[in-house]
């Protein structure tokens, strides 16, 4: 698998001798497309307030993706492309371990969290589409392997999953809950009319002398 992984790359990659426009477009979406990511849920947050719940469910499930992969890429600690002499870093980055991505894990991640949801997937794709340039990008310019990438998108997914069944369960705990209490799921209407129907205490009637 690791000499397939090395063939992609060298395939897609910048390499050693890089092509000088192709590798600024490249470093400038490496370094800054995730930032086109939170320019966009903060649109989201902004102009759609009934959607700003599901927006910081987002956030927390992109932190949890953040973490694992930090903690996979530690725990694997496989050495990034340009550790291995396979190209140059062209873009100022670490050395620590590369697989997964974490750019490419958070942002699929939000991606695929906002594509469930009818009312923001065309958010969800635009940030989609942004994930797989970065992912690219970062092959392009000698930080990543192609399945650092690949890795990121199963991460993302799993998070995804774990994200869409604790939302499946807590709908359902409160549609529960609403049941047990029919006074909570339905309002009172008949309020006014109960009112108007409840008798009326006499007036104390005043003898004139």
Excluded at 92 to 108: E, Q
Excluded at 161 to 190: E, H, N, S, Y
């Amino acid at each position: 698998m690791q000499e397939l992984n090395i063939s992609l790359f060298q395939w897609l990659a910048a390499g050693h001798m890089p092509q000088p426009q192709l590798l600024w477009i490249a470093s400038v979406i490496a370094e800054g497309a995730s930032w086109a990511c939170v320019a966009i849920m903060g649109w989201v947050a902004w102009r759609r307030p009934p959607q700003r719940a599901y927006a910081m469910g987002t956030l927390v499930a992109a932190a949890v993706a953040a973490l694992t992969a930090h903690a996979l890429a530690d725990a694997i600690n496989l050495p990034r492309p340009f550790a291995l002499g396979l190209s140059p870093a062209h873009i100022v980055h670490g050395a620590r371990g590369s697989l997964p991505s974490a750019h490419a894990s958070v942002m699929l991640t939000v991606a695929l969290i906002f594509c469930m949801r009818s009312t923001l997937r065309g958010a969800g794709f635009a940030m989609l589409a942004i994930a797989v340039l970065t992912g690219w990008a970062r092959v392009y310019v000698g930080v990543h392997f192609p399945f650092d990438i690949v890795a990121g998108l199963l991460l993302a997914a799993a998070v995804t999953a774990v994200f869409w069944v604790t939302m499946r369960l807590g709908q359902r705990f409160i549609l529960q809950k609403l049941a047990a209490d029919p006074a909570r799921a339905a309002p009172r209407r008949d309020v006014p009319e109960n009112r108007a129907l409840a008798p009326r205490k006499p007036r104390a009637s005043v003898r004139h002398a």
